[in-house]
């Protein structure tokens, strides 16, 4: 049946044009990190299936040669037309369907009603809506037999507004399927995520922003923090610029052209290589494995392997590190990165003797000293520390502490590393070392971070970062980890620490991989030859800094986004939870490591300009406007609190409390730790109100103080800022506030936390952590009686059916495998999941696992010791050591801190991240090189284009002015990004650099934006966009919703609007 229809263009390009706010990306980034749903039954472990063959299709029968027409049959008397049923569907919107609840007892996406009769839906326990069907039984019985119904039309929901808002609020925030744009799903993962639905869809009568702010709190402490949120995924087929091809060496090459250069045998090629120490000895009596064979290096450090295959290397159980076998000598550096290279070269060199022909040979006393420590010899010897390593820095050197060598002088290390001395005649001395290959600082600022991170030899080492949780109580569990954002505006400032917002965030460097690239687990079982990757710093990206530097005339100004670091001052070794201050002013606990402290001493001897020193007679005044300290503990309370001071720890050090700053002497107080606003002690029974939090309202610093303040800074003085500041700082109260941090290129209105909680959460959240160690069972569901990938039994190559059928919104979900229990004649979901700290005898660990198994026959314990993150098997997933909360585990299992993994590497790999000039330049260059054919620009590689993009997103997504100062250093190029900003904004950043002509000129020329007639000035969106070829648009365009002078042509997609609209006649087949 067709209708005619007429509609106004401008309502349809507005309908389209909401339909684009919802994001490029599709609605979701398809990670397979969601929440997944369970299984309600037990089952046997699935068979992997080998790659199918294909079925012809077979050949169609031919058409039926049609009757004849028969005679009309003479016609009947007609009967009362029955009431017919119909179909329904329960929706947002009448377009969203909304998947998972049942509406008459039916399923909601499809359930059969009768005309004139209520419709009940219901989610969880809960029922949601109610609708009076007396009109359809109203209209022509046979006109329509499929009928959406809308939430917001629902009885539960008339007559408020609010009701519809919130209760749209809530459905939409349990989405488990956010990458499918057609529907929504309440498939709840478990029963505790069913109960919270309910409670909250009882309480969609409030106001909506407390309502939107209670959802938004219970999905960020609940949420499962394997979700990594991705800038970039998109349902829809990238376009690719024609003509691109994968060879590196073509004139022009496609952007994802390295996966074509890993070369794949169609047949096995038996192949001998040569194992090698970096001076090219050959390498004697190391063990080696592969799917082909195994054996120990022989003469000349000869081995043999089939081509493209992964070669492992070790002693006994001890691993060294693997390759793939794409070459016919390897080194021992290159079995791991540059400092565990380095330091397999080391052990080699320090347990081997001299063999003929100039090789190094591994004696068979080490494999047997290594023996008697099976396994257990990974934990025990660290290839990952530092090495003592020479690193550039300008004109001087830099040498890491040896805490590689200095390991083997304590503990079980120490014993190992004697029995073989003794049995080999002797050890050999460590041989110099030094990475050529690299410079650590590129500059000033990574100097900075060196000595502040302990990089620095000459300072104090910093291995793992404490990060503080929000004093919030939800279930019992504490809030989520607090660092606040201090962005570095300008080049007068830089970060000192960025946490890691990558898919693997929560590993250090050189640690196997939980995630792969495209964010799925490495399918290790046999038949596949799969190894998971390390995390090295090409892959790592960087959240927004949360402690920056600023510097204004000769001073320094330095924000950390948290008030309780000021705790560490008092007890820097018991600070972490529960900390106080007895009435002898003694700290009350002191198992907290020596880093916070030793960072603590960095930064005091940094911003002091060493006028202090740990460790040594020196003696420093510190001026402050604080009182009192407040430390860490449970509940949503301020925390135990202690007067302002410094432990003896911190010795010499005078604390001289102020009101005012005029005419301070920086050469008799050099330092000032300051607030800027007074605590919040009071909440009013507000259960999100974050304690300790500054109370803007409440200026501690007035005008005059700020320009006494600036007037210290320029005198060479320091201050230092400890303080969570949850506000945009609009309020004419925060402008003193503003005006210093802004002096320093600084601002704190960005109003979020950019630290990821540990991976942590309920039994079903897959990829968490506990104290404890916890044994754990993880999959991929089977979907229509098939697992979601293939193993080909040849070449041991992993298939994922989603990527060959190119359906990103069928990408599988991990999950935490459960079974049904009887228990008092009800069904109990359990999950396959054991926290050791609940079973504290071995039998009763035992019979955990064999229950277990019991619930999934043929299911094995996983057999790699050193990868922790293996699925289709019973993982043992060693500890943190951080005790989760509450420590009853009834609550969220939230971990009482966080901690932060630095290193050389990571320090590196920050600087990296956050040199805007050279990477938006980079970014340029590489969309020049595809909107040229390969004529002008220079391509990145992929996996720096996937580095530098997710960096980039960082800083261009949100509304922050950035600035550039000529009278300042500029190492991080703010001149040149901030005249690429100009360029897209029309020269709004009157306190950056000006677009240049030539830079304009070069996007006008390569359609970047519009040079001439209504559009000029406009950017060209590139619809339809593939940000792997044009990353500058891409991030410009996603800027370009916080910042409204960018302009943007949407004449293409979604459509210009005339002011009168235009009338248009269309025929719709219904």
């Known amino acids: 049946m067709n209708k005619k229809f007429k509609y106004k263009k401008s309502l349809l390009a507005a309908i389209l044009s909401a339909t684009l706010l919802t994001g490029c990306d599709g609605g979701g980034s398809g990670s397979s990190s969601d929440n997944p749903p369970v299984d309600s039954g037990t089952g046997s472990l699935p068979e992997v299936k080998p790659d199918p063959t294909p079925t012809p299709e077979p050949t169609p029968d031919p058409e039926p040669t049609p009757d004849p027409t028969p005679e009309p049959e003479p016609t009947p008397e007609p009967e009362p037309e029955p009431v017919p049923t119909k179909t329904g569907y329960l929706t947002l919107g009448g377009s969203q369907r909304v998947i998972g609840a049942k509406c008459n007892g039916e399923s909601s996406d499809g359930f ?155 047949e096995i090629i038996l192949s001998e290589g040569r194992l090698v120490d970096s001076q090219g000895n050959g390498v004697v009596g190391v063990n080696y494995y592969t799917n082909s064979g195994r ?83 990974n934990e025990i010897i660290n290839l990952s520390l530092s090495n003592g390593a020479t690193l550039g820095e300008g004109d001087q050197v830099v040498t890491l502490p040896n805490e590689f060598i200095e390991q ?178 003694q700290c009350t606990l002191d198992s907290d490591p020596d880093d916070m402290k030793n960072f603590m001493e960095n930064v005091l001897r940094y911003l002091s300009n060493e006028r202090w020193l740990p460790d040594a007679k020196s003696s420093m005044t510190v001026g402050t406007n604080l009182d009192t300290v407040y430390f860490k503990k449970a509940g949503q309370v301020l925390g135990n609190s202690a007067p302002f001071a410094f432990h003896k720890d911190f010795a010499g050090i005078t604390v001289k409390p102020l009101t005012s700053y005029g005419n301070l002497n920086p050469d008799e107080v050099p330092l000032l730790i300051l607030n800027g606003f007074e605590y919040v002690t009071q909440w009013s029974g507000d259960p999100y109100a974050v304690p300790l ?61 950019v630290v990821n909680t540990d991976p942590q959460g309920y039994p079903d959240r897959v990829r968490q952590r506990r104290a404890t160690g916890i044994w754990v069972y993880e999959r991929y569901p089977v979907v229509e009686g098939e697992l979601p990938y293939t193993i080909d039994s040849q070449t041991g190559k992993v ?74 098997c019973l993982e043992y997933r060693p500890g943190t050591g951080v005790p989760v909360t509450p420590e009853n585990n009834t609550g969220m ?50 996996v720096d284009l996937e580095r530098l993009y997710q960096n980039m997103s960082v800083w261009l997504w949100n509304e922050i002015e950035y600035s550039y100062d000529s009278n300042k250093d500029d190492e991080l190029g703010f001149k040149t990004f901030t005249e690429f900003l100009n360029c897209y904004a029309n020269d709004a950043y009157t306190k950056g650099t000006l677009c240049s002509a030539e830079l304009k000129q070069s996007l006008i020329d390569n359609k970047m934006i519009y040079g001439e007639g209504s559009k000029a000035g406009m950017m060209n969106p590139s619809y339809p966009l593939n940000y792997m070829e044009k990353p500058l648009t891409r991030l410009m365009l996603g800027r370009s919703w916080w910042d409204l002078n960018i302009k943007v042509d949407v004449e293409k997609y979604p459509g210009a609007v005339s002011a009168e609209g235009e009338k248009v006649t269309e025929t719709i087949s219904l």
């Open 112 to 266: 059969t009603f009768t005309p004139g009769e209520n419709v009940t839906c219901v989610a969880g326990n809960t029922t949601i809506a109610t609708f009076n069907t007396q009109s359809e039984a109203a209209r022509s019985l046979r006109a329509v037999e499929k009928v959406s119904f809308s939430l917001e039309d629902a009885q539960e929901l008339a007559g408020s507004d609010d009701k519809k808002s919130n209760a749209l609020s809530l459905v939409t925030s349990m989405n488990s399927c956010p990458a499918d744009t057609e529907q929504v799903c309440l498939t709840f993962s478990s029963v505790i995520e069913s109960k919270r639905f309910d409670s909250l869809y009882k309480q969609i009568d409030l106001a909506p922003e407390e309502f939107k702010k209670l959802v938004n709190e219970e999905v960020e402490n609940n949420a499962a923090t394997d979700k990594a949120p991705s800038t970039h995924t998109s349902p829809v087929v990238p376009v690719t610029t024609p003509g691109t091809k994968p060879d590196l060496n073509a004139s022009f090459v496609s952007a994802n052209a390295e996966q074509f250069y890993q070369y794949q045998p169609t």
């Open 295 to 377: 054996g120990v290096t022989g003469e000349n450090g000869e081995f043999s392997f089939s081509w493209g295959e992964t070669i492992s290397f070790g002693i006994d159980t001890f691993e060294l590190g693997s390759v793939r076998g794409n070459k016919s000598t390897i080194a021992l550096t290159e079995l791991g990165d540059e400092v565990r290279g380095a330091n397999i070269d080391q052990l080699i060199h320090r347990y081997s003797k001299a063999g003929q022909n100039n090789t190094r040979v591994v004696p068979d006393d080490v494999r047997k000293v290594f023996a008697e420590y099976p396994n257990v010899i």
């Open 408 to 585: 083997f002088e304590t503990g079980q290390a120490k014993e190992i590393d004697t029995a073989i001395c003794a049995k080999t005649d002797g050890c050999n001395s460590p041989r110099w070392f030094s990475l050529t290959a690299r410079s650590i600082n590129e500059g000033q600022i990574q100097g900075v971070i060196n000595k502040l991170w302990g990089v620095d030899q000459s300072y104090k080492s910093v291995s793992k970062f404490h990060v503080f949780h929000d004093s919030t109580n939800f279930y019992g569990s504490t809030g989520n980890a607090r660092g606040q954002a201090v962005v570095n505006i300008s080049n007068a400032a830089f970060p000192i620490l960025m946490a890691r917002n990558d898919k693997n965030y929560w590993l250090a460097f050189g640690e196997k991989r939980a995630w792969d690239k495209n964010e799925l687990a490495y399918i290790t079982e046999a038949p596949s030859l799969v190894v998971p990757e390390n995390v090295t710093r090409d892959t790592a990206t960087f959240n927004l800094p949360f402690i920056s530097l600023g510097q204004v005339g000769e001073g320094k100004l330095m924000v950390i986004g948290n008030p309780h670091y000021n705790s560490i001052l008092r007890c820097p070794n018991g600070y972490s939870w529960n900390g106080s201050v007895n009435k002898d002013g």
């Open 693 to 753: 939090r500054a109370d803007t309202s409440k200026p501690k610093l007035s005008q005059q103080d700020v320009t006494d303040l600036i007037a210290y800074l320029n005198k060479g003085g320091s201050v230092l800022i400890m303080e969570n500041v949850m506000s945009n700082l609009k309020e004419e109260s925060a402008s003193g506030f503003v005006r210093l941090l802004d002096a320093a290129g600084l601002s704190m209105a960005l109003n979020k936390s």
């Open 799 to 872: 298939t994922w059916k989603y990527q060959i059928d190119n359906k990103p919104d069928k990408k599988p979900k991990l999950e935490v495998a459960s079974w049904q229990e009887d228990v008092d004649g009800k069904q109990v979901k359990r999950y396959a999941f054991i926290d050791e700290a609940e079973f504290k005898t071995k039998e009763s660990l035992e019979a955990a696992k064999a229950k277990i198994f019991e619930a999934f026959p043929g299911l094995k314990e996983c057999k790699d010791p050193a990868y922790h993150y293996e699925v289709n």
């Open 893 to 942: 299992f939230v971990p009482r801190y966080t901690q932060l993994n630095l290193s050389a590497d990571t320090a590196k790999a920050m600087v990296q991240a956050a040199d805007l000039g050279t990477n938006i330049q980079r970014l340029y260059q590489h969309e020049l090189y595809f909107r040229t054919n390969g004529r002008k620009g220079e391509r990145l590689s992929s």
